[in-house]
């Protein structure tokens, strides 16, 4: 499979939330890091507002559909490096949310929440290194709670997994090497690709095809090292300022595909598919969120738990907007 390492912008994603890489970090071997960890203070001063943000405004929409979102509240303060991430941290199916800040001595403090509207953090301790590790938040066991993982890169361009089972600091439960040389032109991420929960959360690279700028994905639910599940396919690219983003779209409990691209007017334009394959979007295309205001897309299942599937597991959209109040 054909890897590129350019000079574009990088994109990532935590649990659900992607976010642009600032431009002058696009150099750097190991992208991944200058962007986790600085780009929440980006966001802050690309305000164009004589007052710059200090809060994270979330707008969390129950539905896969442009519209007004159902959820706002605030959480979080950019100027702090606080990078905002969505997951179920007390296994209860409704995800909640959380920031991710290098802390005085250069480990990742995460600030998890329990519950919607909650002003301080229920959950925190440390886990991982801000100059080395990647964030990722995932259910990793399928025990049906997110807990914290860390992609490491090394010299030799290799990718090291370190996935916990506890949102508490320790050693990881969970570790393995697989995929390579992770550069500015690449994605990590997580998801339940096969749909078997009791397996838990596999992870994945999405890298750029050098002949024609697609984004070609790379998914495994192994948790050992070995080739990945499911055959490398393409979907989007960078020549339309594709952002890769994934969810359970339709609730049958698989993580499938999308991309966020940024439309004419400034708005973020949603195309998502529910297989894990080429193909075109399987949910009608919708607008939500603006660039112009600086969101960062986001996912999760937002709404209350009622004892109806699929909709007690669909994931749906929402932004992280840097606001100051």
Do not use: C
């Not at 570790?175 to 992770?182: A, C, K, N, R």
């Not at 490398?232 to 499938?256: Q, R, S």
């Amino acid at each position: 499979m054909k890897r590129i390492i350019g000079s574009l912008g990088f994109v990532a994603l935590l649990a659900g939330i992607l976010v642009p890489l600032p431009a002058h970090a696009a150099s750097t071997r190991i992208a991944i890091k200058p962007f986790a960890l600085t780009s929440a203070k980006t966001a802050a001063t690309a305000s164009k507002s004589s007052t710059k943000p200090n809060r994270w405004e979330f707008l969390l929409r129950n539905s896969n559909s442009a519209g007004a979102p159902t959820y706002s509240y605030t959480y979080g303060n950019p100027q702090l490096g606080d990078l905002p991430l969505a997951g179920d941290f007390n296994g209860d199916g409704v995800w909640t949310i959380g920031v991710v800040r290098e802390d005085s001595t250069g480990h990742m403090l995460w600030l998890l929440n329990n519950t919607q509207h909650a002003n301080t953090p229920q959950v925190q301790f440390v886990y991982g290194n801000a100059n080395t590790d990647v964030p990722l938040i995932g259910d990793w066991d399928g025990n049906g709670t997110f807990t914290p993982g860390v992609a490491r890169v090394d010299d030799a361009g290799n990718i090291t997994w370190l996935l916990r089972n506890s949102n508490s600091s320790g050693p990881p439960n969970i570790t393995f090497i697989w995929g390579f040389d992770l550069g500015p032109l690449a994605v990590a991420t997580n998801g339940d690709w096969d749909g078997v929960k009791a397996n838990g959360q596999g992870v994945a690279t999405i890298n750029i095809d050098q002949d024609n700028g697609h984004w070609v994905w790379d998914l495994n639910n192994n948790h050992d090292g070995t080739e990945g599940d499911i055959p490398g396919f393409e979907y989007g690219g960078v020549n339309n300022k594709d952002a890769p983003i994934v969810g359970d779209w339709n609730g049958d409990g698989t993580t499938t595909i999308g991309v966020v691209r940024v439309w004419w007017d400034g708005y973020w334009a949603w195309e998502l598919r529910d297989q894990n394959s080429t193909g075109a979007p399987t949910i009608t295309p919708f607008k939500y969120g603006n660039t112009k205001t600086t969101d960062i897309p986001i996912v999760g299942h937002w709404a209350p738990i009622t004892g109806n599937k699929p909709a007690d597991t669909v994931v749906t959209v929402g932004v992280a907007r840097p606001i100051h109040v």
